[in-house]
Nanobody, 126 residues
Framework: QVQLVESGGGLVQPGGSLRLSCSAS????????MGWFRQPPGKEREFVAA????????YYADSVKGRFTISRDSAENTVYLQMNSLNPEDTAVYYC???????????????????WGQGTQVTVSS
């Protein structure tokens, strides 16, 4: 079991930036895929980005490509989501997720992940 704790959310103006962090504990992350998902108000949870811990291969939703960057720090056992050029449509609760040996086809699916953080609120508003 992996415990995940997100941080870094908050209120930001349109065009601004935020960096979310997801600290993982409980076991080594070798072989794991780490994902970021978000749930806008009144909508279903949706994929944002993912990274494979070993290869560092990354995956992004079309809506965030070129604006968001996912990365990981093995020394800190932490995954980051750098979010730039934020707009009001990015407002959501952002969740970190992790699972072992996630298939490529499940990388962008909430069902592909077994471990979840509690979420952090990101609000983009002037």
């Amino acid at each position: 079991q992996v415990q995940l704790v997100e941080s870094g959310g908050g209120l930001v103006q349109p065009g601004g930036s935020l960096r979310l962090s997801c600290s993982a504990s409980g076991r080594t992350l070798s072989g794991y895929t780490m994902g970021w998902f978000r749930q806008p108000p009144g909508k279903e949870r949706e994929f944002v980005a993912a990274i494979r811990w070993g290869s560092r291969n990354t995956y992004y939703a079309d809506s965030v490509k070129g604006r968001f960057t996912i990365s990981r720090d093995s020394a800190e056992n932490t995954v980051y989501l750098q979010m730039n050029s934020l707009n009001p449509e990015d407002t959501a609760v952002y969740y970190c997720a992790a699972s072992y040996e996630v298939s490529v086809s499940n990388t962008n699916s909430p069902g592909g992940y077994k471990n979840w953080g509690q979420g952090t609120q990101v609000t983009v508003s002037s």
